[in-house]
Each structure stands twice: as C-alpha cells, then as structure tokens.
C-alpha cells in the first residue's frame, strides 16, 4: 500500500517509506470544509421507500457538518420508513435498526456498526485525548479501508500502522470530523481496536491490538 508524502502507512504489520507523488486513491476524494452552519438537534421530516441505507444516510445528514459511517453489504440494505418532525440523532437510530445495525453518535458524527459493537462503543469524550487538528471531510463509496487510510494520511503528518489481518470495506461521507475522533469511529465501523501514540495511530482487529503485535 503505498504511503503518502511524509507519512509511514503500512498494512504488513511494519512502516513503508514514504513515496512522493502518490496519487490520491480511489474512490475515496476529499472534499472541502462544509460551509454550513451547524445546527443543534435538527428535526426532520422524511419518507423512504426502498432506500438503499447509503442514500437514506446521505439524506438525514445532508448540508451538515459530522456525517457517517458505514460497513458495506452485499446486497445493500433497504429501509422504508416515515417519520415526522423527529430528532436527526432518532432519525439515524431508526434508519440503522431497520438495516440491522446499530447506531453511535459523536455529536452530529454517526458510526454504524453490528449491534454488539455499538451497545459496548466507548466515546472518544471518555479517552481524555484531544480530538485532533486538522478536522477532516472525506467521501468514499464502498471503499477498502486501506484506500481510506491512505487517503487520510495525506493530509495529517502522522504514521498509520494496519494491522495485515484487518480489512474492512465502508461507506464514508464525513465533513469537519476532528481526525483522532475519525480514527475512533473508523475501528469502530471496521470491528478494530485503536491506539493513539504520537505521532502514530495503531489498527488491529478486535483484541489484538496488545504487547503480542507492536506494528513491527
């Protein structure tokens, strides 16, 4: 996986040498910051019929700053549903239920993942860790997480270390989302465990991120 300019990535479980003029993978692109005001608690109205979950996401959380994540499946799920005037924390609940996951929130950051994942997700707030600057918006379509993380690593001068067991593939529209709370949702979405040590973040599937695999 080739690393961008001034940062070690590496799925093989030790550090790549940086390489210059790494094109920006696909079909994740960077977009630029969301112009929108936030807005507290928004409420809204929406019928769906049928809806891919990727659309009805897109949908509840357009013109915002935060967005989702979400695993990709195959076939993608459909959600059908009408609510009114409700809470966009409720509306997100709801859509993921129907489509068999659960829902976390960060703020207006939402992470789907299986049931038991988000019944026992600890919040970034509880790591007593800065959120990170730069924030980061960020929009892929059912892409692999090592395009993601390489994607990402163009813009933050840190070392990311994947564990070469972990692979994910997820849905992502995120906007304004600081980055260690974007690593912390991004295990979350792919069933992994991180760890922040500057200036290097560490993947590994779920408990294995322990003194039996450092990334080297």
């Given at each position: 996986m080739p690393a961008a300019t001034g940062t070690a990535l590496s799925q093989a479980g030790c550090f790549l040498p940086p390489t210059s003029g790494t094109a920006l993978?696909?079909?994740?692109?960077?977009?630029p910051s969301?112009?929108?005001?936030?807005?507290?608690e928004p409420i809204l109205t929406l019928t769906l019929a049928s809806?891919?979950?990727?659309?009805?996401?897109v949908m509840a959380t357009a013109g915002r700053p935060g967005g989702f994540l979400l695993p990709a499946r195959e076939p993608e799920p459909l959600v059908s549903l009408t609510l009114?005037?409700?809470?966009?924390?409720?509306?997100?609940?709801?859509?993921?239920?129907?489509?068999?996951?659960?829902?976390?929130?960060?703020g207006d950051f939402f992470i789907l993942a299986?049931?038991?994942?988000?019944?026992?997700?600890?919040?970034?707030?509880?790591?007593?860790?800065?959120?990170?600057?730069?924030?980061?918006?960020?929009?892929?379509?059912?892409?692999?997480?090592?395009?993601?993380?390489?994607?990402?690593?163009?813009?933050?001068?840190?070392?990311?270390?994947?564990?070469?067991?972990?692979?994910?593939?997820?849905?992502?529209?995120?906007?304004?989302?600081?980055w260690r709370v974007l690593f912390h949702g991004l295990a979350a979405a792919a069933e992994a465990d991180c760890r922040f040590a500057t200036p290097t973040v560490f993947l590994a599937?779920?408990?294995r991120l322990g003194s039996s695999w450092r990334g080297n």
């Open positions: 993978p696909e079909p994740a692109r960077l977009l969301a112009l929108e005001t936030p807005v507290s809806c891919p979950v990727s659309q009805a996401l009114a005037r409700r809470p966009v924390r409720d509306v997100m609940r709801e859509i993921a239920e129907l489509a068999g996951f659960g829902c976390v929130a960060e299986r049931p038991q994942t988000a019944a026992f997700y600890r919040r970034f707030a509880d790591l007593d860790l800065p959120p990170g600057s730069p924030a980061i918006s960020l929009a892929a379509d059912r892409a692999d997480l090592g395009d993601l993380l390489a994607t990402i690593a163009r813009r933050l001068p840190i070392d990311i270390v994947c564990h070469p067991d972990l692979a994910a593939t997820l849905t992502v529209q995120v906007r304004d989302v600081p599937p779920r408990g």
